[in-house]
């Protein structure tokens, strides 16, 4: 069973406007989230973070926001740019264990037309 | 560039061969992290290792292997491969390997296994 969710595959955004990707996940005990950003042909990069404790967090055009008792979490991307076209992965980690690995979702991706 | 490296780029392969994947972390990061993409497919946790002792293991299959070596670099041994073994295999490193602390990995390019 999928512990992180990402239901839309795919989002196709003009220029400009907002980008605002969805993520579910199931298990409340995790500690933090996470989003990463995938090019063709290369490994994901980290975009942003949030810790559990918080129900937003801001980096520049993009901003995460977290809501545990719908257990879920949204990016937004303002204002989306061509160069943002991309596969965006969820992440959530910690979940009060000792593993320090990631639990990922299966990506949306982002295409924002000039 | 995250700082991780992965080695080869490209790999091909046939079904009951065995191949080894390397993977360099970051300077200074003491945990590896390894994971697998199949198509159309998040990226799946298969082990990770932390100064050199396994620290968690995830959908790993027994055919499956992995060591971290003193110099901190690690490599995952695929072995009896067989056609749905075929994805990318990602290395991630970060500087600590428990959940006591933030936990961003860097990831490296990743190592496309094609199993014919």
């Known amino acids: 069973d999928q512990q992180v969710k990402q239901n839309s595959p795919s989002l196709s955004v003009q220029e400009g406007r907002i980008s605002i990707l969805n993520c579910d996940y199931t298990n409340s005990m995790f500690d933090y989230f996470l989003w990463y950003k995938k090019y063709p042909a290369e490994g994901p990069t980290f975009l942003i973070s949030i810790s559990s404790i918080k129900d937003k967090n801001e980096d520049g055009r993009f901003t995460v926001f977290l809501n545990k008792s719908a257990k879920h979490l949204s990016l937004h991307i303002v204002p989306s740019q061509p160069g943002d076209s991309a596969v965006y992965f969820c992440?959530?980690?910690?979940?009060?264990?000792?593993?320090?690995?990631?639990?990922f979702g299966k990506g949306t991706k982002l295409s924002v037309k000039p | 560039d995250s700082g991780v490296t992965q080695t080869p780029k490209h790999l091909i392969t046939a079904t009951g061969q065995r191949v080894t994947l390397r993977c360099s972390p970051r300077s200074g990061d003491l945990s590896v992290y390894w994971y697998q993409q199949s198509l159309d497919q998040g990226l799946q946790f298969l082990i990770q290792?932390?100064?050199?002792?396994?620290?968690a293991k995830g959908n790993i299959l027994e055919r499956f292997s992995a060591q971290q070596f003193p110099d901190l670099h690690s490599e995952l041994n695929l072995s009896s491969l067989e056609l749905g073994d075929s994805a990318l295999y990602f290395c991630a490193s970060s500087p600590r390997g428990d959940y006591q602390t933030y936990n961003e990995q860097f990831f490296g390019p990743g190592t496309r296994l094609t199993v014919l």
């Open positions: 290792y932390y100064n050199g002792e396994e620290r």
């Open positions: 992440a959530a980690g910690g979940y009060g264990g000792s593993q320090g690995n990631l639990i």
